[in-house]
């Protein structure tokens, strides 16, 4: 059947699919996922074909599953959304199922760390909210990589759908929400992680500066309670923010974003070098992370940092947080790097592009970098850039404020619904080529289910139906 379709796409005479078509196949798709995928109604990131083999970024057991985008939070929200969308209560009842699971791996500091241990023994291990406690368990929630704040969009959007009614829901979104806005500092910044309020820190609010001097050695201090915007770990929280306050309603969720945007203001670095690092210490200065992350003028997080303020300025009508842009822009242009990339860091003081080698030694060479991580990313400094005009028009013109989007969303096109149609197997899984990335070289797999690619079609079906419904037969 697949391969007559696919044919058929090549000669350009297969028709669009039939409403009742992309509803079927999306039920088939749920339900291989949510029963046959789902272990305690979680997932993780990639699995072999045969479901025998699991993984997160890290070989997983079948009672672990993943917090961090495309696990659990992410499969749920796609869940979340096609019901949005079509209102069919199976994709509700699938929703529910991934935050039950996070509700039961919410940890007693509010937020999630990377992945929820079932197995009783590796329970043990966590301070799980809805376990009995016990002495040194890990409750260090991680703002890292998008995992607490992905669960609390997802949470706090799910508790909605279900009109407040599920206790247990609303009671794990309520705890986050106040955790994330305890975990604040004074000045404005979130860690990397958290295992309480850092609102009463009292550590002293002050403007970013560069260190007299810094090591160029990794000095493998301790990282994570660091003033951080790597990984925009500043952008998806404030964008966490402004979603729980349209949602909710809730003006501390906005107060606390604000209090976010004045932190990335201060945390521009001075000329001649008006950039952002990547973390800063309790003295507002550039300071080691991992050993592949020093003290440096980024070029990866300072362009997120931009975005974050300009959708600040958007949201609340305050021109303040575009301030910062244009000598930032101006700056970042100077140091691009031919073929139009910008390195990940460049040195303090000299603006020089800085790399690692392989041995993780500092040094102005690109010829032997690790492949792990990223050292030249690219430039979105022109699409910055316009939106930083569109917005600052907008505000010089008196336009106000500006909530979420508009809810009518553009339907897929039709081929790319035809082919996730005829590329589920007689499961309802979508399989395809590729490799789990860490079950070493040996391993043989070269047929997956990668959730990145269920996200993607359930996706395309849910606002294909939403969009034929809404044209009629």
Request: glycine letters at 8%.
């Amino acid at each position: 059947m697949a391969q007559t379709l696919y044919l058929l796409f090549a000669l350009g005479l297969a028709q669009s699919p039939t409403l009742k078509e992309s509803e079927r196949a999306m039920e088939r798709a749920v339900r291989f996922f949510r029963t046959q995928v789902a272990a305690h109604g979680g997932y993780l990131w990639r699995y072999s074909a045969d479901l025998t083999k699991r993984e997160g970024e890290g070989k997983a057991d079948p009672d672990t599953v993943w917090v961090q985008p495309p696990g659990t939070p992410a499969i749920g929200m796609v869940y979340l959304r096609a019901y949005e969308r079509t209102r069919l209560p199976y994709l509700l009842d699938a929703a529910r199922d991934a935050g039950e699971c996070l509700v039961r791996g919410q940890l007693s500091s509010g937020g999630w760390a990377a992945e929820i241990r079932f197995d009783p023994a590796e329970r043990r291990r966590w301070a799980y909210r809805v376990d009995e406690s016990g002495p040194n368990r890990r409750n260090v929630s991680s703002l890292d990589d998008d995992m607490t704040q992905s669960a609390i969009r997802f949470l706090v959007r799910l508790d909605r759908a279900l009109a407040g009614k599920d206790r247990r829901i609303r009671e794990a979104a309520d705890c986050a929400v106040e955790a994330l806005i305890g975990a604040q500092h004074p000045n404005g910044a979130w860690p990397q992680g958290f295992t309480g309020r850092n609102r009463d820190s009292g550590r002293p609010v002050r403007s970013a500066s560069f260190p007299a001097t810094w090591s160029r050695l990794y000095t493998g201090k301790q990282y994570w309670d660091q003033y951080t915007l790597n990984d925009n770990v500043m952008g998806t929280v404030i964008s966490t923010l402004l979603e729980v306050a349209e949602v909710r309603g809730d003006r501390r969720c906005l107060d606390a974003a604000r209090r976010g945007g004045d932190f990335l203001i201060r945390a521009q670095l001075p000329e001649p070098q008006p950039g952002w690092a990547q973390q800063y210490n309790a003295d507002m200065e550039p300071t080691w992370a991992r050993k592949f992350e020093p003290p440096a003028i980024t070029g990866g997080e300072s362009q997120q940092v931009m975005r974050t303020l300009i959708r600040l300025a958007e949201r609340t009508g305050e021109a303040r947080f575009l301030e910062p842009i244009p000598r930032a822009l101006a700056y970042y242009r100077k140091l691009l790097l031919p073929g139009g990339r910008l390195a990940r860091f460049y040195e303090i003081g000299t603006d020089r592009p800085l790399y690692f080698n392989r041995r993780y030694e500092l040094t102005y060479d690109d010829s032997d970098m690790p492949t792990h991580y990223a050292f030249k990313v690219t430039s979105g400094l022109d699409a910055i850039e316009a939106a930083y005009k569109r917005v600052a028009a907008k505000l010089n013109a008196g336009n106000g404020t500006s909530a979420a989007a508009s809810s009518r969303e553009s339907p897929p096109d039709s081929d790319a619904v035809r082919q996730a149609i005829a590329a589920l197997d007689d499961r309802g899984a979508w399989v395809e080529d590729g490799r789990l990335r860490y079950h070493g070289d040996a391993d043989d797999t070269t047929r997956i289910i990668d959730c990145e690619t269920f996200i993607r079609n359930l996706d395309i079906l849910s606002r294909y139906i939403a969009d034929r419904r809404r044209k009629g037969p």
